[in-house]
Structures are given as C-alpha cells and as structure tokens.
C-alpha cells in the first residue's frame, strides 16, 4: 500500500517539519534536484531508499494505520481494501441533459477552431493578392522609369532643334527621379509582405512563389442558394448555435433538481486487523444500499441554478441572433464590394485607354511644336496613377472575393 503512493503526496506534508536550509525550500530544491539527479551519487540514494525510506513511513503510519481499541484497552489496527460504486436512475433526464450539453459545448470548441481557420486563409490569401498588387505596381513603375528616361533623351534632342527649353530637359530629368526614389519602398514593402505571408504559412521568412495579379482569376463561381442557409455554413455562427444548445440543455438539467432522485449504492471488500487474514475469505464484505432522495433544504439553491441557467439561456440566444444578423451584414457587404469593385475595373480600363492615347497626342504635338512639355507632363502623370490605381482596383476586386469566401463560412470544407 506505501510503495503505490507517489512521493509529492507527502513531501509538502515532511517539508514542514524539515529544516529550513536553502536545500528544502520548494524553488531551490527543485533546482537543486534537476541540477543534481544525473551525478551518481543520487543513484546511489535513490537504490537505497532514503528519502522513501524515512518520509514514506511517516505517511504510511500517518493515514494507513486506524487504531481499533479493544475491550481490554489495547489497540489494534484494521486494514480495508475496498470499492464503492454508485448508480443513478435517470429518471427525470438530468443525466440526459447534461451530456447533450457537454457534446454542444465540445461542438462549439471544434466550431471556434474552424473561426480561427477560417481567418487564417482569408489573411494568407488578402497578403497574397497585396504581395501580387505590389509586383504589378513595381512593374509599372520600372517601366515609368524606362519612359521618362526616353523623354530625356527627346528633350535633350528637342533642345537642339530650339523645340524646347533647357528647363524642359532639367524637368523631365526630375520627374524621371521623382518617379525612380518609390522603386525602394516598393521592394521594401514587398520584403515585409513577404516575410509576412511566410509566417502566416508557417515558414521561415525568405521570398514567396508566386503568379502575377493579371493570372488570377476576378470572376470566380459564386455559391447561391438561400441566404439562410449558406450563413449556416459559417463558423462563427455554428459556434453561437451551439453555445446556445448548451445553455438549452444546462436549463433542463436545472429543472430535474427539483425533483427526487434515486440511487443505488454497493459497497464491497476487505477488512480485517491483522495483515495475514486480510485476503482470506472470513474478511470479505458487501453491501447494496438503494435511497430516494427528495431535494427538501436544497430549493432556494435548485431556484438560483435554474435562475442562472435561464439566463445564460436568454443571453447566448441574444448572442445568436445578432451573431446571424452579423453574418448577414457581412454577406452583403461582400457581395456589393465585388460588385462595385467589378464596375471600377471596367471603368478604370477606359479611362487607361482614353490616357493612353492622351500622351500619344500631346507626345506628337510637343514634336510639331504645337504643345510645351507641361502638357506632356500632365498626361503622363494622369496615366502612372491611373495605372497604379487600376492596380489597386484589381485587388479590391479579388479581395472582395476573398471577404465573401470569409462572409459564407468558406475555408473549412
């Protein structure tokens, strides 16, 4: 019976009685001990015995040994070896109701992992569609570059023809900088993005594989059908469900308190004072006992927990509701996000198209001497941010994608 008894039950127990060196203090025994367990002379106290040798003795005589008194004043000690079992008839559900209510609460668990999941691919697939925006935007800009560059090179001929300034050239050798000066915070961003991404994917920080934004594709299938059921699909709002399932369930387990209950208990084992006949078949025992209980004293109690419970009830179905006109908000919001992002796109590609042509013809003009490099330069602004602003609105687009992929309850199935 000692030897089963793991030495932590009596240590805080002989501790007390220890003496109060650094050694028996809980911190630096602990440390002591770890530090210590591997040399060989703890083997060599461990083989002997010691510290269960005098400690574990103690807790045996502690707990183990009862004194019996007998009638001729000695005292003797008995030794019990037993098991108790105890059954309850489920008569009015209680046990029902709280197991149903212990699985939704398991359910609920599971419906917060998948909230959880569920964030996780809507952030990796935004930073990947940003990832991909910053590449396109970079490739813009390189290509700006590479344009302003050749305006230098027409100005500088202009000016020998007396088509232009001097100021023209020394302006459009700025403009060529202004330009050039966002290429490093363009890589830079698309460093930290990808770092980012690598993190979220549970890699080590270093470049990401990748597509480009114009191979994405903008329009993909949409699920349909009734917008009820498509919110079920939803994590957060199986979560909210089956938090309120289980409050449910904690309301009807409540009301089974006031009611009777009946038991059914057995005793069986092993008794006797001396050691020798405590196996032997003279110290066995048994008994069945079965009772029906009537919560009497216990009202005001059983009123309290049912109180609470119906509260608890009330609140999680508030919490519910809102949860769904939250998920429906979100929907709707998404869907008119892809819509609008969807018109953007088209509008944005005829205005690239009517700038386009705009810098052609003041281009033209500036070489027939019709037009000065103000123009010139006024087209071409328009159309770098024209051009990174249609960037921005084919994010938008596949990013408003990915909020009504959120918005139903995709990334799970």
Do not use: C
Request: aromatic share 12%.
């Amino acid at each position: 019976m000692v030897a089963a008894q793991p030495l932590l039950v009596v240590l805080p127990e002989v501790l007390q009685a220890a003496p109060r060196g650094r050694h028996y203090r809980w911190g630096h025994y602990w440390r002591w001990y770890h530090g210590r367990r591997h040399h060989g002379w703890w083997h060599y106290y461990r083989r002997r015995h010691y510290w269960w040798h005098y400690y574990g003795r103690y807790h045996q005589r502690h707990y183990y040994y009862r004194p019996v008194y007998r009638d001729g004043g000695g005292a003797a000690h008995q030794y019990l070896l037993g098991l108790s079992s105890s059954w309850e008839a489920d008569v009015w559900g209680k046990l029902r109701s709280t197991k149903r209510s212990y699985a939704a609460y398991v359910l609920q668990s599971e419906a917060y992992r998948r909230v959880v999941l569920t964030q996780l691919i809507a952030d990796i697939a935004d930073n990947y569609y940003s990832l991909l925006a910053l590449d396109a935007q970079l490739e813009i800009t390189r290509q700006t570059v590479q344009n302003r560059i050749q305006d230098v090179e027409v100005m500088k001929l202009l000016l020998e023809g007396d088509v232009v300034t001097g100021a023209a050239v020394v302006q459009s050798e700025a403009q060529r900088y202004a330009v050039e000066v966002t290429i490093p915070d363009l890589e830079r961003n698309i460093r930290e993005t990808e770092n980012l991404l690598a993190t979220l994917l549970g890699r080590t920080p270093g470049p990401i594989e990748r597509g480009t934004l114009a191979g994405q594709d903008a329009s993909p299938a949409l699920l349909t059908g009734v917008p009820g059921q498509l919110l079920r699909n939803r994590p957060d709002v199986q979560q909210a469900e089956y938090t309120f399932e289980s409050t449910f369930e904690q309301t009807n387990a409540a009301r089974t308190y006031f009611y009777p209950s009946f038991t059914i208990t057995a005793n069986g084992g092993l008794t006797s004072t001396t050691i020798q006949n405590l196996f032997s078949p003279t110290a066995i025992f048994a008994s069945v006992v079965g009772g029906l209980a009537q919560p009497v004293f216990n009202q005001g109690i059983n009123r309290l927990r049912l109180a609470r419970s119906q509260a608890l009830q009330q609140e999680y179905l508030y919490t519910y509701q809102q949860t769904m006109f939250t998920a429906g908000q979100e929907v709707s919001n998404a869907l008119f996000a892809y819509q609008s992002a969807t018109e953007k796109a088209r509008i944005r590609a005829q205005q690239l198209d009517a700038l386009n042509k705009a810098v052609d013809y003041t281009h033209e003009l500036l070489r027939a001497g019709f037009a000065n490099y103000t123009e010139v330069l006024t087209a071409q602004q328009s159309l770098l941010q024209a051009q990174l602003s249609g960037v921005n609105d084919q994010l938008q687009q596949r990013q408003a994608v990915t909020n009504l992929y959120h918005a139903l309850g995709g990334g799970w199935r």
